[in-house]
């Protein structure tokens, strides 16, 4: 642990929930993610999807590359400096996580289950996919969820979500969700509002008169009677409920059509299905104290900025909801386990040389590798090429270590990039360089290969491939 003093700790967490009722993503998603917010950016977003289109064609396909939905945020984000960190999906299910690059050798022990709940625990359209990680030495966990539907299943979603919250992490001594200090639980949890009649509520909405309706939801009401649930906190429901609408529009629904039988199917009456709450471990044992935590009870603390929905998108039957969130932490770590940056002007002219220097309690290997990135990449598989730490190495001394990498693995186009360390045994990056310049080729750049096949041919034991790696290892 680092030596008390140390400066709080500020991240902005922006949290998304949407269920997207199999559409595909929309053309933007600048007010959604508060892109044009002129206060200070997010240093991390959390996505949380339902119903992904999981058709059998397109879920196989998913499983083989990235999904619609992530290549769309990576596409949106990754030019603006984050890159995503886990990701998780369970067939409609989508959980992903954006961070900015400057905090990658902070987060550690990342780790994603899921647990099925349709169909008594066979079927996957309903349950909670999960990602949890240590932050700056502080551990958190990211839960969303898609519980059962309709008003009279109200004790089925509580008892679907406490199997959730018994989910074990994989491996040794990695807690369940209720163990983490902080925990973010969100989704479609398709609470809906309870004895009022359709009318009632929707007189009460358009007249934003909201708070006539928060009694009679049923998520506030359990939260009232259930030990469990007591710890969580939410924001005030100061939104339109954003179940159900007609496809395109800012109107609840308004269907006529038949459904089986010829019976007129039964209009849904609005509900704010689509939540988002986060609980503090521990919060129980200082709730006299009314939100104030001396500093040594309370290693982290949240304030929510924002919790409202976005009723511009009307590609599903939901609207977005997002909560925009201040942690504040004193950080037990406070440097990376390793401090790199290329040595020299590097240009593909010459082969280049990266120094770095590791702490002692880095659990270093033989297959840890650094990578070259463009400041732009979009996840850690997204390099231009790599060096092995110990096969690649040319230097060593006490404090410091140089690694080669070859002219003809430098893109020729030059541009700005940077390094990144990866540790194999913590599965993480452990330290990234600041940015930096290649100057471009003087040489013309060969027509015959695309540069991307080129790299691909450079180097045959890539670390992120499912042979190469997996070959090596076993050597």
């Known amino acids: 642990m680092e030596p008390a003093g140390l400066p709080t700790k500020e991240l902005r967490l922006h949290l998304v929930t949407w269920n997207v009722g199999t559409a595909s993503p929309p053309p933007d ?3 959604l993610l508060q892109l044009n917010s002129t206060g200070p950016t997010m240093d991390m977003y959390v996505i949380g999807l339902q119903e992904v289109n999981s058709k059998i064609t397109n879920f196989l396909s998913d499983l083989a590359f990235d999904d619609p939905w992530s290549i769309f945020f990576m596409t949106v984000l990754s030019p603006l400096g984050y890159i995503k960190l886990s990701s998780v999906r369970m067939q409609g299910l989508l959980l992903l996580i954006f ?26 359209n309903k349950g909670g996919v999960s990602v949890r990680m240590s932050l700056f030495g502080h551990t958190i966990c990211f839960m969303n969820c898609h519980l059962p539907a309709h008003m009279e299943n109200t004790e089925q979603r509580l008892d679907d979500f406490e199997k959730i919250l018994e989910m074990q992490f994989e491996g040794e001594d990695i807690p369940s969700p209720l163990d983490h200090e902080l925990l973010f639980w969100f989704g479609d949890l398709n609470f809906r509002i309870a004895d009022y009649g359709i009318h009632f509520v929707r007189e009460s909405i358009s007249n934003k008169r909201f708070n006539l309706l928060w009694e009679k939801d049923q998520l506030n009401m359990a939260k009232n009677q259930e030990e469990f649930l007591k710890d969580f906190k939410e924001g005030p429901l100061q939104f339109k409920p954003t179940y159900k609408f007609d496809l395109d529009s800012e109107v609840y629904d308004t269907r006529e059509q038949k459904s089986l039988f010829w019976f007129n199917e039964k209009k849904r009456k609005p509900a704010w299905t689509d939540r988002i709450l986060w ?3 521990n ?5 006299s104290k009314e939100g104030e935590f001396p500093e040594e009870e309370n290693p982290i603390s949240v304030t929510l900025n924002s919790y409202v929905s976005h009723m511009s998108y009307g590609i599903s039957d939901h609207k977005p909801v997002t909560g925009t969130f201040t942690l504040e932490m004193k950080p037990l770590v406070s440097d990376p386990m390793v401090m790199l940056h290329p040595e020299g002007e590097w240009s593909a002219e010459h082969d280049v040389l990266i120094r770095y220097s590791a702490a002692p309690e880095l659990p270093s290997s033989a297959w840890d590798w650094i990578g070259l990135f463009q400041v732009t990449f979009k996840h850690v598989k997204d390099y231009v090429t790599y060096a092995w730490v110990e096969d690649d190495e040319v230097s060593s001394s006490k404090n410091s270590k140089q690694v080669y990498m070859s002219a003809s693995e430098i893109p020729k186009m030059g541009g700005e990039f940077l390094l990144c360390y990866y540790s ?3 599965q993480s990056i452990v330290g990234i360089s600041e940015p930096f310049q290649i100057q471009p080729s003087q040489t013309p750049v060969e027509k015959d290969v695309p540069e991307e096949e080129s790299s691909l041919l450079q180097k045959t034991d890539n670390p992120e491939s499912d042979g190469g790696f997996e070959n090596r290892k076993s050597i």
């Open 99 to 124: 961070v900015k690059h400057v905090h990658l050798p902070f987060i550690q022990d990342i780790h994603t289950d899921y647990t099925r709940t349709g169909l008594y625990g066979y079927w996957g």
């Open 29 to 31: 998603v600048t007010g």
């Open 424 to 426: 194999n045994n913590l």
């Open 279 to 281: 609980k503090v471990k």
């Open 283 to 287: 919060l129980s044992e200082v709730a």
